[in-house]
């Protein structure tokens, strides 16, 4: 059987006999970002009705950001996350909102196929465009100008529109499906890119003449999201599970495809990571949410994610506020979770350095002999990197089965780990008697109340992945050798009945999956060809 196996063996030693370790998660390493992402206190904003489709922040402190869910238009408070004001002024669900760059007006598109500009102090409606045929889904504000906005919708048209008039500038074609998202350049007021269920996103420029993009790139799934990078060079586009970074003034080169999401991604935006002042303020980061309801923090620099954060309910958008301080997720059950990062106090806990003058310290009272801390004196300080650190040996505390083998007791060992209740150690403990070739030996000397208790075991545990690769061995061994103790005895019979059955039962399971496995496979291949 397994007596031919030579594991190291602990023969003569007083060391414990140590069950195999289980595998146990992975725990990663808390990193200064994961830290400072982790900063944001998250609190939930449940009951707005439906699915939240978009949330927008405006440029202009103290930041309001404008939630969009069902008819309605929410308007919140980034510092306090209480809700502003709420615009009821639609007939059909609100797809999209986007403020001006002044903060003075906002824009927002429902399925209806139209846009409405409002004044964000009165809620009031000034200008309704309408020319879309289909249902809008995006609409936005070129940050550098505040006369025009951008929209697309079903009906595959992106329109550039004079808002003060209410006329269409451009009708731009290209798409040959849904246009579902868009963002505008942040350095240049005629130049914005548009993402389409075509699997396309493509560069446009209203000073071009023929109404044509002036560059296109293939995501390879319908695109959810689309955003220009800081720099106005770059562009990351959110379709299927993943989202890739592309280099516009390269010709639209692939830099990179990030695909850590397990579902499709709905939403991404620009965050920074970093203090308040200083270059860490200038690290810029995306975040992506998807349906799997995780948020993942993606260094674009590095190309990595260093952060993920679990919500749940799947997500549907996510917006980063101007300063830096509110993060707002919004979910598919009309519950939003805003993040709000604390200020460091930097005054707080210390003196008016103005008022009070220089602060001396106290002076720390000097130790004499005569003094009983005296002689306690460095017993708790810590030791330094150059210090030689003597450390005690732990004394060893053994079981009584670990004493039975220190005094090669073997039979009586496993007597004694059968009748407890920790299979771990039972197994350890044969194991052991096989690499001091004992096992078969002490089985042979069982009585046969002892070999009801390895039957009973065998019955349990002989099943079980981890520990069926000896046991199964050691069950046919005891068969052979005790077959004729086993006929004399009812009690003992009765257990190989119970082992019989619990084998059979095992097979009948491995048999099931096999024919599961079967059905699943042929689906699995036809899915990851498409």
Known sequence: MAEELQPKTT??????????LKPKARTLSQTPESKYWSSFKTQQIPNLISSINSISFSQIPP???AAAHSASLTLFSSQTLSQHSVISSFKDVVSCS???SDGALLAASDLSGLIQVFDVKTRTPLRRLRSHSRPVHFVQYPLLDKLHVVSGGDDGIVKYWDVSSENVVLDLFGHKDYVRCGDCSPVNAEMFVTGSYDHTVKLWDVRVENSKSVMEVNHGKPIEDVMFLPSGGLAATAGGN????WDLIGGGKLLYSMESHNKTVTSVCLGRFGNESGEEAMQYRILSVALDGYMKVFDYVNMKVTHSMRFPAPLMSVAFSPDGMTRVIGTSNGSIF???????NVESGLVNFWSLGRVEEPQKRLLRPTYFRYFQRGQSEKPSESDFLVVRPKKLKLGEHDKLLKKFRHKEALVCVLSGKNPENVVAVMEELVARRKLLKCVSNLDNEELGLLLSFLQKHSTIPRYSGLLMGLMKKVLEMRAEDIKASDI????????????????????????????????LRIAGRK
Do not use: T
């Open 98 to 100: 986007s403020f001006r």
């Open 63 to 65: 930041h309001l950001f």
């Open 242 to 245: 993943s989202v890739k970074i």
């Open 338 to 344: 805003a993040g709000r990062k604390k200020r460091e």
């Open 11 to 20: 023969l003569g030693k007083s060391f414990p006999v140590k069950p195999k």
């Open 492 to 523: 003992l019979k009765s257990h190989i009945r119970n082992l019989k059955r619990s084998v059979e039962e095992e097979i009948r399971i491995q048999q099931s999956l096999q024919e599961i496995q079967g059905i699943i496979s042929p689906l």
